[in-house]
Structure formats: C-alpha cells, structure tokens
C-alpha cells in the first residue's frame, strides 16, 4: 500500500512561529515596563507573590489564620500586668483602647491592670457601622478604636477608624455622633473643641494633584466644635502645595516624580501646642497644630489660623507616628520602622529582627536634627509593630508605648533603658488582642467620672 504523504503548509507554520515570537517580545516587554514604572500588572503580581509568602510564614510558625483583624496570634502565655519596678504612684491611671471579649472598649485602668472604668461603643447605631461600599454592617470584631480623649467632665471622644467619631458620657450613653470617615486621633483642645483627621476620595482627574496616577486618598484636618458641629476642614495635601514644600511629596529620580500609591500621605496624628512646647520654637505660638504624615516620613507645624508651615523634619525615621514635644524640648517619635522585606510579608506579630531591625522609640534635638536618645528591641525583648503605635511622655521623664501589633504596652525608664511596666493584652493562649492607645489620666478626671453629662 502506498503511504499517503501530507504536505506540509511551511507558510502556516512560519506564520503560527512569527506571532508566537511577537507574543514573547510583547510579553517581555511589558513585563519589563510594568516593573520599572509600577503599571499593570505589577502590583497583582507582587501582592500575590507578597500573598503567598506570608501564607508559608504563617504554615512555617503554626499561626493561626482564622482570627478577626483585632485578634493576633502571639507567643504569649502570660496577660495583664507582666512586669512592675514603679517605685512611684504618679501617672496611676491610664486611658487604653483595647480589643477584649469579642469587642473594641475604652478602659480606664491602674497600674496593678485592674479595670477601674469602661466605656463601649454603642452598637445600636447601626448607621455608623454600615460600610459605604458593600453596606454590610461591620461585626463587633472588626470594628476598631482609633483614637480617643477624655475631658474634664467624664465625657469621651471616640474615633471609630473610618466610620465616626461619637461623645459618651461616663455612662456610655450617646451625646452626638458625627458620621464622616475620621481615623487614628482626636484631641480636645482649650475651648472644649475637637480636633481629628478625615478623609475623602479625589477620583475625579481634573482635580488630582500634579502627578498623581490614580485616584488617592485627600487627607483632611477636622475642627469640631463642643456641639459635634464642624466648625473648619482643611486638606493637608493643599497645605503642602500652598507653601511650596512638594518637595516632601515627590521622591526619587525626577523622571519618575508620580505618585503611584493611593495614600499618599496617610495622616495619622494631630495634636496641639500647648504654651511651654510652643516656646521651644521663634515662630510657633500655643494653638498651632503638629501633624504627623506616615507615607512621607514627615513631622510638620502648622499655623492654625494661617495653614503656613512653621517646622518641618523628615527622617531620621521611617512610617512613625505619635510625634510628641517632650518637657525638655525635644522631639519624641514612635519610629515603626515598617519596609518590604519583613519576616512573613503581611504577618502581623512579630518577634525577630525585621527589614531594618525592630521598631524604635526617638528623642531628637529639635535645632539640630540629631537623635540624642533611642530605645529599640532586642531579641531578649521584642519590639515591633508594622502599623500603628503610640507614645507619651510622663510626668517623671519616662516613656510609655504602645506596640499595637503585639497586644502591648510598657514603659521605659530614659536613665536605665530598662522596662519598668508591661501590660500584655492577653485574649487567650497565644492570641492578644490589638492596643491603639495608652495616655495617663489625671485624677481630676477620674473624680468627674461619677457624673454623667
């Protein structure tokens, strides 16, 4: 039988060849563009690499995955107060924001951790906790307290991130609720007046700053009055670009000056100037305010009335928060220290040595720049929180922080480096419960408790 031979269609091969080739050079190409100028699909493909690694972190160390964004597995088997060498009873009480018992509270407590007053959210609102995007109202579990501050009548203000702030009194009974996005602060000022930080989405390109690359995050300072009435709002963003310091916003090589990231400042403290700090400086008067910009590793002074910047710094630290003006004149930051490259990608308790080591507490001179004093962890003493933090200075020089993502805070003795208090917000075995603020509380305030306004 005579073998049937198929001819073969070279033209059709060369041509399947020659687009298969275009393909591999387009798909190079891109691949190679979309690295060097972050466009898609670069951050898929980095979040999903970043995804994955802190799902084999999480096998590798036996954490557990199936907790809330408040609930942290940590090797901790001990809870409340872990260490005490006070040799003093000053700064006694402290006002903490803590998630326990399935929920975020407000507490006030002594130093032994007894819990001496208690406020809580009160859920009924239902307004409040409806997310704009999917309007599903948001459990008790993911709710959190960013920011609170107590007045000198028992009353309290609560940011709940990115849904309210709300006024109870000592009874946790609503006085006012103001439904806006506010997130990470709120200080009460003189007058009895409020001031906290907002936001809003600036999708619209006509209106996007120079450079921007996608729709991003417009950070706000918010002025409220007694009343819960906004009395003034302003944009930070505005404030830079208003005093000629976009020097600040755009890094890197000038080819590439966009902004690529939503949060292009991520905002997450004010606070104001009392008389003795404001004194430390020529040109800044009681009032004006300190505002603390993560994304950028800024600490800036704003006029109040004006929105002219009075003092800025940038560095020496990196994603801080709680910027601070100390009783000596100097300035204290919270330094997180947050970079790629941290143990687990996204993992959140953490006790080895990070990208840039542990996070860290600074006093830095305030005319020449230089950090004078740091405490940072060590392996004997972990240290570090990739989000969030807090510090204060109390009456006797020492400090107390607040390491979020471990479900603590201690306080460190400026003459020893020694920890001299650490309370660990123990939910269970091996999982804390997040803390987003410790600030002492002062007796006068603890005596107007008893009464509710």
Known sequence: MQAIRHKINWSKIWFLF????LLFVFSFSWGFLS???KVFPYYTI???IMTASTVQWLFKNNVTTSLSANEISASRTRGGVTINKLIQNKDQFLLTTLYKNEEF????MDREGNNIHEWKIPYKQQKLFMAKDTKVSLSKKNLMIHGASLDDKGNIYLVIEFRGL???????ENIWTLHMPVHHAVTVDKDKSIWTISRNKINDTKDWIPFATQPYWNDLIVHISPEGEIIESFSVLDIIFDNQYEGILYGGHPARPAIHHEDPLHVNDVRIMTQEQAGYFKNVNPGDLIISMRTINTVMIVDRHSHSILWTITGPFLRQHSPRISATGSLLVFDNRTARGQTGGAARYLTDPQALDYSRLLSIDLKSRVVEWQYQGTVEHPFYTSIQG????????DILAVESEGGRIFQIDLKTDKIVWEYINLIKKGVVGRVTQATPVSEHQISALGKNN
């Open 18 to 21: 020659s687009w298969l080739f």
């Open 35 to 37: 690295a060097k100028f």
């Open 46 to 48: 980095r979040n999903t």
């Open 105 to 108: 509270v407000a507490i006030i």
């Open 166 to 172: 709300i006024k109870l009194n000592s009874a946790s």
């Open 390 to 397: 807090w510090l204060e200075e109390l009456d006797n020089g």
